[in-house]
């Protein structure tokens, strides 16, 4: 049986004050939530994990960094290790987001070098993939999303669901209002978990988490938590505001999947 994600990627927002309100407020909300099928996690700018580690310690909440360097170690200013990142005990890691990607030139063999660098310090990759308006457009997103599974996971040979989750998260729909219909998704998780079953197996494909990431927020979760694929959601713009994480896991709770 997988777990529901509700992770929160903050990208470059909040200061340190905010992270702390934050958190104590989720930490609060826990009290009364309880629910092991969720897997609650929050993803504050680099500067701020160690802080919301110490905060979180002995709570439910997992914390993830947004990033990490492909190396170990040397001279690579500006860059943050998987080492460093589970010298402070942080969980997860987002690799790969279309930001990323588009910004600061990201490929699929360099986020291949970072998931390896994350699994072998046992941190959890959040893995994100997604075609761009113009490759769906153009009717290329499974075509798209092939080559992209194909790049991340050229050479590995078997998978394990404890070191990485999936996150498609069409570009068009990233903070844009614009979510993916509940069918529109599931279409495109259906085909993910059909590519893992065909490169690994069945047992693979079934345990692999797959989140969807895109304008996600209160009013839309139900339904696309409701999609027999679709595990979670990376939620950027709705997963600052505390009021609407909170809801978020309770509708979370709620759900059937
Ligand atoms: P929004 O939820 O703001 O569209 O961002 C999605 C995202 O990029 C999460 O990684």
């Known amino acids: 049986m997988r777990k529901i994600y509700i992770a929160g990627n903050w990208k470059m927002n909040k200061s340190c004050a905010e992270t702390v309100l ?11 939530y ?3 099928k969720i ?23 997992k914390i993830g960094a947004q990033n990490c360097s492909e190396q170990d170690n040397g001279a690579y200013t500006g860059e943050v290790s998987a080492n460093m990142l589970k010298d402070i005990k942080v969980e997860y890691c987002i690799i790969g987001h279309s930001e990323r990607r588009e910004y600061y030139g990201e ?19 959040i893995i994100c993939i997604g075609e761009t308006l113009d490759e769906r457009e153009s009717g290329n997103t499974f075509e798209v999303i092939k080559l992209q ?3 991340i996971f ?8 404890d070191t990485f989750v999936l996150a498609y998260e069409p570009v068009w729909a990233i903070g844009t209002g614009k979510t993916a219909t509940p069918e529109q998704a599931q279409e495109v998780h259906h085909f ?4 893992l079953k065909e490169k690994y197996n069945k047992q693979s494909a079934d345990s692999i988490a797959i989140l969807y990431g895109g304008s996600v927020k209160p009013s839309n979760i139900k339904e696309l938590l409701s999609c027999p694929d679709i595990d979670g959601g990376l939620i950027g713009g709705a997963s600052l505001d505390i009021e609407s994480y909170k809801d978020m896991l309770t509708i979370a709770k709620e759900s059937e999947c």
């Open 39 to 61: 897997e609650q996690i929050i993803c504050p700018p680099f500067i701020y994990l160690e802080k919301a580690k110490e905060i979180t310690a002995n709570s439910v909440i």
């Open 22 to 32: 934050f958190l104590n407020s989720l930490i609060d909300f826990n009290n009364s």
């Open 107 to 125: 490929n699929d063999k360099l986020i291949q070098s970072k998931y390896l660098k994350l699994k072998e310090h046992g941190i959890v990759s």
């Open 154 to 161: 050229d050479g590995i040979d078997t998978v394990e669901s």
């Open 192 to 195: 993910i978990r059909t590519w």
């Open 149 to 151: 599974l194909e790049g």
């Open 34 to 36: 309880e629910s092991e």
